[in-house]
């Protein structure tokens, strides 16, 4: 028998951001149409015809936020009847990595507001994308455990306390912060600058970055990295 199907595709973004005098932060807009008119949601639409799943949700983020990314990861897919009042709808979602201040978020088309949010201090969100969001979260907490992408979420240059922090944030948990030291700098990749920082009253730090050519070096050489303990 052959299948009758109406189901539409269509792609939604999460997207991160971080901050060294903040928490997690998430990206969503406020839908400026029903269903879930003036909702928070996450940002995504209909896949076009004529395009990719992957230039399907640059074209949301563009149109609905005004912000570009070169790296979305695939994330999961849902598809459970009923999730869009409108339609059978199944989506395929992703998420990034950003710094938000390297970016003017700005809303458009279907979206009336754009707004960065503390991932501990969300609104109610439209559809299904509070599960989406916990998912995304689940996946960034496992993939920093054995993954260097924390720094992609660092400036280019920083202390090594804002690396602490970000691990502690994200984690949502304390770290042994001498032994998450000790693991770091055990690995090699990270660059003393040379440079001091003060921010505030607090005492000088040394900047650090990270070093990319000898990260995939060590990965060439079958390098593991793995800071599971923290």
């Known amino acids: 028998m052959s ?3 109406n189901i539409k595709v269509a792609v939604d973004a999460v997207v991160f951001g971080y901050s060294s005098q903040k928490n997690l932060s ?8 029903a269903p879930f008119k003036n909702t928070w949601a996450l940002p995504g639409g209909l896949v076009l015809d004529n395009e990719s799943l992957e230039s399907a949700v640059q074209r949301e983020l563009k149109e609905e936020t005004g912000v570009t990314i070169d790296y979305l990861e695939q994330l999961y897919t849902y598809g459970k009847p009923g999730r869009d009042p409108r339609n059978r709808v199944v989506s395929v979602s992703y998420f990034a990595l950003v710094k938000p201040r390297h970016f003017k978020i700005q809303a458009d088309t279907d979206a009336a507001e754009a707004q960065w949010f503390d991932c501990n201090q969300l609104p109610a969100l439209a559809f299904d994308h509070s599960s989406i969001l916990q998912t995304a979260k ?19 240059e920083f202390p090594f306390s804002d690396l602490e922090h970000l ?3 994200i984690l949502e948990k304390n770290i042994d912060r001498r032994n998450f030291r000790k693991k770091i700098l055990s690995f090699g990749i990270l660059e003393d600058t040379n440079k001091i920082s003060q921010k505030g009253s607090g005492r000088p730090a040394k900047l650090f970055k990270f070093n990319v050519k000898k990260y995939n070096t060590l990965l060439e050489e079958g390098f593991h990295f793995d800071i599971k303990f923290v």
């Open 3 to 5: 299948a009758i199907q």
């Open 26 to 33: 998430v990206l969503l807009i406020k839908r400026g149409v």
């Open 138 to 156: 689940a996946r960034l907490k496992a993939k920093l455990t054995y993954q260097p992408i924390g720094f992609d979420l660092l400036e280019k």
């Open 167 to 169: 691990y502690t944030s």
